[in-house]
């Protein structure tokens, strides 16, 4: 894998909040080597080493985007969500940012079926289908789409399980990690001072509650899966 310049500043990371972590009782000793100093209660995280695994991570991700490889990105908190679509729109992802519904990847046939059943009530409601139903029929069946708008829209092109998954908040998204160890499916993983660095394949050391940091992660990690894409275009 080729390393390639991505453009990551020590102070813009700085002005983002990436180096803060959580309290100094909330951490997980397997952190410290990601820890630079300790402040007014606080962990500080080392951003030499964040440069360093986001800079992998973008490397990563450009050669797995030049080759064709779809992504999907998870984030599920509230405060986040938006972020992760955003982010997952602009380079062409699939996303979930609401909640991660368990076996989502690991039951994938219950999954597929879920997005067939999704597809064909949306083609419904373009052709006007839904209109013509009784209305106790329709109002059920636009409860259905709605719900399924809500946790599935995000990765309604979804053919297929994942090349790559991008993690925001390791606690949060456990369950969706799992099911990526489970699989095989490699990861890459924002780590807050509390996280555990062994279970992602690429983890990034980072304040994973601030809204400012983790765009910017995103915004690195987007911009090198476009320019991979475009080179896979072009191709």
């Known amino acids: 894998m080729t390393r390639r310049y991505w453009n990551i500043n020590l102070e813009e990371m700085m002005e983002a909040g990436v180096h803060f972590g959580h309290g100094t009782r909330k951490w997980n000793p397997k952190m ?13 995280t080392n951003l030499t080493r964040t440069a360093r695994f986001l800079s992998e991570a973008c490397d990563l991700v450009f050669d797995a985007a030049s080759r064709g490889k779809q992504f999907l990105i ?38 597929e079926t879920r997005l067939h059943k999704f597809r064909d009530l949306r083609t419904e409601q373009k052709t006007g289908g839904l209109s013509r139903l009784p209305k106790r029929d329709a109002a ?27 993690i925001v908040d390791q606690h949060e998204e456990y369950t969706a990690l799992q099911e990526c160890i489970t699989l095989g499916i490699p990861t890459i993983c924002l780590i807050d001072t509390n996280c555990d660095p062994d279970l992602a394949d690429i983890s990034i ?3 994973d509650d601030a809204i400012s940091s983790i765009r910017l992660i995103l915004n690195k990690l987007v911009f090198a899966i476009c320019e991979g894409r475009s080179g896979y275009i072009s191709c």
Do not use: F
């Open 140 to 166: 059920m069946l636009k409860r259905q789409l709605s719900h399924l708008q809500t946790y599935l829209g995000g990765i309604k092109y979804m053919t297929g399980l994942p090349d790559i998954v991008i």
């Open 32 to 44: 410290a080597p990601y820890i630079s100093a300790k402040r007014k209660g606080i962990h500080i």
């Open 205 to 207: 050391p980072a304040n």
């Open 74 to 111: 998870v984030g599920t908190k509230n405060k986040e969500a938006d972020s992760v679509a955003w982010a997952a729109i602009r380079a062409r992802c699939h996303y979930v940012n609401k909640k991660w519904l368990g076996g989502m990847l690991t039951n994938w046939s219950t999954t």
